[in-house]
């Protein structure tokens, strides 16, 4: 406990001598075209039909040849890793805020959804696998 206020009492009295930048400050317009390209790139990409869902494979990890069963677990899947998602961040977020520490909040949550995405997954096509073999 006493080591985070002698860190943060550390830095208060560095008065920012600590972050320099790393480019120069001419620099600075190239790296906002590289936000802006960045984030606007893929919707733009969508729009004009070059990124479509045979594309994203990749992203994704479907196969070609996927059955409709597989697609409606996959759909199940990132449903669940959402919920689960929203259910662990504001989880964090809650435990954080009634131990009284506001500052350091977890900002993980897109690592988060892909572990519950994956678990969900796999969940889903053991389940089907389990509920073939038995005929359910």
């Known amino acids: 406990m006493y080591i985070k206020y002698l860190f943060l009492l ?5 008065k920012r001598s600590i972050m320099k930048a790393l ?10 075209v590289v936000l802006l390209v960045a984030l606007f790139l893929p ?3 969508v729009m004009q039909g070059v990124v479509t869902d045979h594309n994203l494979l990749l992203f994704f990890a479907l196969s070609k040849n996927e059955s409709r069963e597989t697609e ?5 899947a990132v449903r669940n890793a959402v919920f689960l998602t929203f259910l662990f ?10 131990q009284g520490d506001v500052i350091n ?12 995405n994956v678990l969900c997954l796999e969940f889903g096509l053991k389940k089907a696998l389990v509920d073939r073999f038995f005929k359910r």
């Open 105 to 116: 909040v977890d900002t993980s949550s897109f690592l988060t959804f892909l572990i519950f």
């Open 43 to 45: 919707f733009i990409l």
């Open 23 to 32: 480019f120069p400050v001419f620099c600075r317009p190239l790296g906002y």
């Open 72 to 76: 409606q677990i996959r759909n199940a």
């Open 89 to 98: 961040v504001f989880g964090g977020m809650l435990w954080r805020v009634l």
């Open 10 to 14: 550390t830095f208060v009295s560095l």
